[in-house]
């Protein structure tokens, strides 16, 4: 089991720490992969509209830090990004039976948290043309929650691999991929020998680059899904079912 | 941080698990599908300036034995020239460890999602299958996974029988080709598929093979599986876009069906040849071997098979007995 990306400590293990730095970085991560699902769950699950569900994601990270309840996972039970979003069921229902007899709480904050962006996701989602998210329902919504979550997790890890890439020199490599994997403005792909001479290198350097991008990606992929991931088996489920492969069995 | 369009994501996701081709002539175009153990994609051949489908292992666990099960598919298949057998053209391992076989890209569909044809095209493509199926037996090669899905049928009527991941070698199948060094023994010999060990599909499954002991397993499996695609055929693939209610099936297949499918081997035809002759006597009109049929069914059958001559003889006596009453002679 040695290929198991080690690089980033586990967020989950992190929010239990008692050592309060500790928490407040695994805290910042926890935020930045979830804030997003939790925001969008919110808005069609609950119903509530985007000032609402924007105070409620705050409130929901703040009031899980200052409790300590998501450091109760227990693993045996059930996914951590399930018990996630029970948790925030629970929260979001507690929070309506108690609006105007409790204080909204917590003064703490984390990683800025771009509402904005998000709103607009929701009123463009391709699912429902015209009237966007909130029209889903039902089932939907667990999917929405999950398809969130993998959304933040692949622009993390494009975010990580551009910034690599330019912090070492592989711009064009960068570029590849974004043409190649990312860029879906064009209704076709481009062909290996199409990008080799937009970009003036050889086709082999195609397969090269869009390798070593790919390859990179998943790592980094791999490496964040694992600090999200309770255990090495609740690792394995989720990678099997994000990327159809067992991330133990090729080489990193 | 940018959010990515659900079109991206799709992409990056296929991409993260897209094989590393550096250093092979060819580049994906697109996934096609997933096999019992590989990802089949749409590749292009740059030297030769043709596509082809990639099959590439999955990512299992114990890999090592599943990589020698897919090479040793290539292998097999590679033995099996045979115009209903999809031609292979490389084999190889890749720099991420994944072993790939390159094989003729079939353009037409699997068929489960054919569109509705008559009876005599279905028994056809029986026919066609059991044709493919008889060869790689006479070679030693028994499929294993017979299935809607692991046959396609070409834009221009050809069939053609896929994925022999889990065919079983029996005897030497390169001997009796004449041909290279025989796949069981080499590098990388078939896999063990031990007692409990179940390959195949259920509803197309023999008996014997759903037990999991492979030594009871032989010629006889497919002919259980041939029936089963013979029964879909008949009956109405259970499929969203092509509902149940195909018709009545006649009595003479329905035997066909029951013997092709008895549960025990002993009971079932001897070899698939056998199914596919009594499948093409059924097309024709002659008689079956698997069933037994009544005078007036004989009758009926031959009325059916010999209607054009009984038409003309009909037609010239009502003409013989018109002149008689009128003209008296």
Not at chain 1, 114 to 131: K, L, M, N, Q, R
Not at chain 2, 136 to 145: E, L, N, S, T
């Amino acid at each position: 089991m040695g290929s198991f990306p080690a690089t980033r400590h586990s967020v989950v293990a992190g929010i239990a720490s008692p050592d309060i730095q500790t928490r407040r970085v695994a805290f910042d991560a926890l935020v930045s992969a979830y804030w997003r699902p939790v925001y969008k769950y919110v808005r069609i699950k609950w119903r509530r509209d985007g000032e609402d569900a924007a105070d409620l994601t705050q409130e929901f990270f703040a009031r899980a830090f200052e409790k300590g309840s998501l450091g109760r996972f227990e693993p045996a039970r059930a996914r951590f990004r399930t018990f996630l979003r029970l948790c925030l069921d629970g929260f979001v229902a507690n929070e309506i039976k108690a609006r105007g007899r409790l204080k909204r709480g917590g003064d703490v904050s984390f990683v800025p948290l771009d509402f904005a962006a998000a709103e607009h996701e929701i009123s463009t989602h391709p699912a429902a043309p015209g009237v966007g998210m909130a029209s889903l329902t039902g089932h939907d919504e667990d999917d929405l929650f999950r398809q969130e979550w993998v959304r933040g997790l692949f622009a993390d890890a494009v975010a990580a691999l551009r910034a690599s890439c330019e912090a070492t020199g592989k711009t064009t490599q960068f570029a590849v991929f974004q043409r190649y994997d990312l860029d879906d403005t064009a209704d076709v792909r481009p062909t290996y020998s199409q990008l080799a001479s937009e970009l003036a290198i050889p086709v082999t350097q195609v397969t090269n680059y869009l390798a070593f991008a790919r390859r990179e990606l998943r790592r980094l992929v791999l490496e964040r899904l694992r600090s999200l991931c309770a255990t090495d088996e609740e690792f394995r489920l989720e990678a099997r079912e994000l990327l159809g492969a067992d991330p133990t069995s090729r080489p990193a | 941080m940018n959010a990515l369009s659900d079109a991206a994501l799709r992409r990056l996701r296929d991409a993260a698990d897209e094989p590393d081709l550096t250093g092979t002539k060819y580049e994906i175009v697109g996934r096609i599908g997933q096999g019992g153990m590989g990802t089949v994609y749409r590749a292009r051949d740059r030297e030769l300036g043709r596509e082809i489908a990639l099959k590439v292992i999955r990512l299992p666990e114990g890999a090592p034995d599943i990589a020698a099960r897919m090479m040793r598919e290539a292998r097999t298949l590679a033995l099996l020239e045979h115009p209903g057998i999809v031609p292979i053209h490389d084999v190889g391992t890749l720099v991420d460890g994944r072993v790939f076989y390159a094989m003729k890209l079939v353009r037409g569909a699997p068929l489960h999602e054919l569109p509705t044809t008559g009876v005599p095209e279905r028994l056809g493509i029986v026919e066609r299958v059991c044709e493919a199926v008889a060869f790689a037996h006479a070679h030693g090669v028994i499929h294993r996974d017979l299935k809607p899905q692991n046959v396609m049928v070409g834009e221009f009527g050809e069939v053609l029988v896929m994925d022999w991941g889990v065919a079983k070698v029996v005897g030497d199948a390169t001997a009796s080709l004449g041909v290279g060094s025989v796949p069981r023994t080499d590098e990388h010999p078939e896999p063990t598929t031990g007692h409990g060990v179940v390959l195949g599909t259920p509803g197309y499954m023999a008996p014997e093979q759903a037990a999991g002991d492979p030594s009871l397993v032989d010629a006889r499996a497919d002919v259980y599986a041939i029936g089963a695609l013979l029964r879909d055929l008949c009956t109405g693939i259970p499929d969203a876009a092509r509902p149940d209610g195909s018709g009545e099936v006649p009595r003479p297949l329905r035997a066909i069906i029951r013997r092709a499918m008895a549960p025990d081997p002993r009971d079932r035809y001897a070899d698939v040849t056998a199914l596919a002759q009594d499948v093409a006597a059924f097309r024709a009109g002659d008689r079956v071997t698997s069933y037994n049929e009544n005078l007036f069914e004989r009758g009926r059958r031959l009325a059916v098979r010999h209607s054009t001559p009984i038409l003309l003889v009909l037609a010239y006596l009502l003409m013989r007995l018109t002149f008689l009453a009128v003209f008296g002679r």
